[in-house]
């Protein structure tokens, strides 16, 4: 049902193959306004190359193209307009959707391959940031979106659970630490103590000496070391499984950064191998002077190793153990220096595959303008927002629909759904203002919008006692009404593959709220319930963009309540 497909087909023959159908397909346009058509065909190009006027050669092909699916044509200066047969597209897509069900909208370009997403990433004791639920949200739609153009997912969250950080940690939990407090409350206690090392040390920089005294007893194996930091690590990661469990996402792996601890001797000595390695500042670095960035630290003077050294390390294993077809980072953009650095000395070592890894980054969450911040203590934690958000929609349902029956389910899909859609809506890039009052809004663009359209149709659904297994329907009408919810029907599968290929899931956000908003427009010009010749085409039609808003919310992480 690629009909710009189709119209390049047919123009690349009546143009006797002169240009390439990929090369039209290029040129083909979508009108704004449809008052010009479904499709137009801009005809410059082709002025310069048969160096005859632009309308001239659009009036040619108007007269020359006979094809059913377009039943009228129009040629307006140099463009060659071109409008789509109503009823028999219509048939078409909503017997295809009908067929299809949630399957409508997949691709099979993937071909299998692997995608290997390093998502969420949080670090060790430390508060779950905005950034890693950014990470978490857009990582896991990635998936998602990338699954359904037939590659195969591989959710990996890189945790931050090494580094200098947790010797300081150790040091503070022996000075101060209370194995209760630490229980009760993890993360908060954990950061507690981190922070009042920093305050302390400040005073008495001998705390830093031991802070170093720790980690080199935990990078040495030292039992008492591995023992408080497997301990750390068990704590936080139950705590960050409840968000986990609440977004309802979950991973393929948990590699963190220790995991690597074993595998970078490998990367330092195949570096010195191909002697990219060289001495700088007393430390080990490699220099990317030609790739115009900072030489990239591998190894400290004292034989510590870095973050981006397990990144190589990280890399290396990922290929040789998924042989991804694409490896993506949802990280930060204050990352892609980093980044950078990491794909250029992978490539200098001669990894041709480093191609394939792709730094997608994103914009940072805003509260009245300014940088969410974690440190200091000024944290907004996320679970608080989730429990907060869900709380919301808890009283919304109670205001609107006090007899819904599953209260609780829906008011957890409603408000962690509008926390998703919220973070989603937007070009990844752009940075977000955080406000629950606008995600959890019943108008414009937000989750509950598009939830509420999507129950509102499966209740017309309910009344109208409509059954799936229905034979064909009969479209006696020409579908004008219809056509602009039809035409937002056809557009599905080419906004998964934009989301695909720009790794935007807010392509697949903006689609849903469109295809809302021209259903609840149809829904108010035309009483669908009505006993009519057109009720049961009428109806499918309300079923097709029932099955569409719940795959494209799926598509985003995002539940749909038949009722709310
Ligand atoms: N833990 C890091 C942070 O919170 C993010 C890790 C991203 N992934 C990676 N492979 N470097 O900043």
Redesign the pocket.
Known sequence: MDFKKELAAILFELLDQEISAAELEQLIEKPKNTSHGDLAFPCFTLAKLKRKSPNMIAQELSEKIQSTIFEQTEVVGAYLNLFLNKKLVSEKVISEIVAQTNHFGAHEFGGGGNVTI??S???IA?PF?M??LR?TVIGNSLALIVEKCGYKPIK?N???DWGTQFGKLITAYKLWGDVEKVKQNPIKELLALYIKFHDVAESDPSLEDQGRGWFKRLEDGDEEALMLWQWFRDESLKEFSRIYELMNVQFDSYA??AFYNDKMDRVVRLLEEQQLLVESDQAQVVELTEEQLPPCLIKKSDGATL?AT??LA?ALYRKENYNFAKSL????HE?SL??KQ?IAVLSKMGYTWAETMVHVPFGMMLKDGKKMSTRKGKVVLLEEVLTESITMARHNIEEKNPNLENKDEVAKQVGVGAVIFHDLKNNRMNDIEFSLEEMLRFEGETGPYVQYTFARACSILRKGNWQEDVPPVDFHTAWEKEWKVISMLIEFPNAIQRACANLDPSQVAKYVVDLSQAFNKYYTQVKVLEESAEQPARLALVYCVTVVLKEGLRLLGVEAPEEM
């Open positions: 390093d998502m990433s949080p670090n430390k940031s950034g890693h990470s990996i890189h945790l931050g963190g950064e973050y397990r990144d990280a980072y949802v990280v930060g990352q980093h980044f990491l």
